[in-house]
T-cell receptor
Framework: AQSVTQLDSQVPVFEEAPVELRCNYS??????LFWYVQYPNQGLQLLLK??????LVKGINGFEAEFNKSQTSFHLRKPSVHISDTAEYFC????????????FGAGTRLAVHP | DTGVSQDPRHKITKRGQNVTFRCDPI?????LYWYRQTLGQGPEFLTY????????KSRLLSDRFSAERPKGSFSTLEIQRTEQGDSAMYLC????????????FGEGSWLTVV
């Protein structure tokens, strides 16, 4: 079984500042890792994913994440945020074999202030 | 690629009524998933289809819930005798069989039971 813990429920930040959203996971099997973003009243949009290979993964909208197997973490970062990045961010884990039954964290609300 | 579409986007129903949601996945995606998301939480897995076969159902899917995917194309999720606790957003998603098969989500169907 897998589980995901997003360590911050809310992260306030000023525009153009850097941000890190933290995600830890647990699993007894090899996993794929994902970050999704959800804007108000919308579905989820994939930001980036880690499947294998380089532990630093780059995604859309200038986001990147680093997979750390020893710390079982997959933190999301952006060097300079914009007002438009205000949204809910979800970390998810799925088994690397079979189909993608994703397990999601509770989400982190990123609020970017001018 | 027109994305995953869901209908209706919003539904308000009285307790005890039946409701049905429809999902049209991305064409050629043979895997289809239903998730449920309540306010302030991440999506929770409900069920998974491989083509027309329903291969897994979460224990969250009580006997009042039924999902179908006739002919392996669109899917329906029916809730019978709705309860207030069923109020949530129901998300449909689809993916292909390819490596690292990313799940693409629809915009969700909001259900409010009054």
């Amino acid at each position: 079984a897998q589980s995901v813990t997003q360590l911050d429920s809310q992260v306030p930040v000023f525009e153009e500042a850097p941000v890190e959203l933290r995600c830890n996971y647990s699993s007894s099997v090899s996993v794929y890792l994902f970050w999704y973003v959800q804007y108000p009243n919308q579905g989820l949009q994939l930001l980036l994913k880690y499947l294998s290979g380089s532990t630093l993964v780059k995604g859309i909208n200038g986001f990147e994440a680093e997979f750390n197997k020893s710390q079982t973490s997959f933190h999301l970062r952006k060097p300079s945020v914009h007002i438009s990045d205000t949204a809910e961010y979800f970390c998810a884990v799925g088994p690397s074999g079979g189909y993608n039954k994703l397990i999601f964290g509770a989400g982190t609300r990123l609020a970017v202030h001018p | 690629d027109t994305g995953v579409s869901q209908d209706p986007r919003h539904k308000i129903t009285k307790r005890g009524q039946n409701v049905t949601f429809r999902c049209d996945p991305i064409s050629e995606h043979n895997r289809l998933y239903w998730y449920r998301q309540t306010l302030g939480q991440g999506p929770e897995f409900l069920t998974y289809f491989q083509n027309e076969a329903q291969l897994e159902k979460s224990r969250l899917l009580s006997d009042r819930f039924s999902a179908e995917r006739p002919k392996g194309s669109f899917s329906t999720l029916e809730i019978q005798r709705t309860e207030q606790g069923d109020s949530a957003m129901y998300l449909c998603a689809s993916s292909s069989n390819s490596f690292g098969n990313t799940i693409y989500f629809g915009e969700g169907s909001w259900l409010t039971v009054v």
